[in-house]
């Protein structure tokens, strides 16, 4: 079945220092990928999205680039300030009808904290 | 406009309680969701609703019901709370069930806790 690995966490970094967070997936057909990030005490929100093979989602300074030759999804960012401390989550959702029900598949989350 | 909204923030229960978590969304979206947010697990549904009127499973819904109300409220049943139900619940609200624009938006959560 459809599955997401992120990389545990959590991450700790320096203002200004540059981030990677790793996200492999594996699933059936082509889904579209999802940057999600939840800031403490609060929901889920949509950071950014590819639906294909090669594009490149973007938002806030962030970046992921949808790679299907190695089933991954990375997100990263120049430079991270403090307010970019959150926990983000990597999800997929596979094609409606397709016996995924359109739903979304997260991974675990990778706790980021950013210090001054 | 308020989004998607939750209710009660947090709850403690007693093992064997039951209690409803209840949802409303304002967007006039046709499909809701119901995940529970576990450390190291991610978010996992629970169940959904695709459209008024309908409901169906998700990956973990033992233990679990749910009732569209009507279009806006999609609320979940713990009939008997056991310990292995603490956790936080979200419930989400989509235009459309699947596709990837049809954005899922996410409310507050509920913090539950089973003693």
């Known amino acids: 079945g459809n599955s997401v690995t992120q990389m545990e966490g959590p991450v700790t970094l320096s203002e200004e220092a540059f981030l990677t967070i790793n996200c492999t997936y594996t699933?059936?057909?082509?889904?579209?990928l999802f940057w999600y990030v939840q800031y403490p005490g609060e929901g889920l929100q949509l950071l950014l999205k590819?639906?294909?093979?090669?594009d490149k989602g973007s938002n806030k300074g962030f970046e992921a680039t949808y790679r299907k030759e190695t089933t991954s999804f990375h997100l990263e960012k120049g430079s991270v300030q403090v307010s970019d401390s959150a926990v983000y989550f990597c999800a997929l959702q596979g094609l409606y009808g397709s016996g995924n029900t359109g739903k979304l598949i997260f991974g675990q989350g990778t706790t980021l904290q950013v210090k001054p | 406009n308020a989004g998607v909204t939750q209710t009660p923030k947090f709850q403690v229960l007693k093992t064997g309680q039951s209690m409803t978590l209840q949802c409303a969304q304002d967007m006039n979206h046709n499909s809701m969701y119901w995940y529970r947010q576990d450390p190291g697990m991610g978010l996992r549904l629970i169940y959904y609703?695709?459209?008024?009127?309908?409901?169906d499973k998700g990956e973990v819904p033992n233990g679990y019901n749910v009732s569209r109300l009507n279009k806006r409220e999609f609320s979940l049943r713990l009939e008997s709370a056991a310990p292995s139900q603490t956790s936080v619940y979200f419930c989400a609200s989509s235009e459309a069930p699947g596709g990837p624009y049809n954005e899922q938006f996410f409310g507050p959560g509920t913090r539950l806790t089973v003693l």
């Open positions: 609703s695709a459209s008024e009127g309908t409901t």
């Open positions: 699933a059936t057909g082509y889904p579209s």
């Open positions: 590819a639906t294909k093979a090669d």
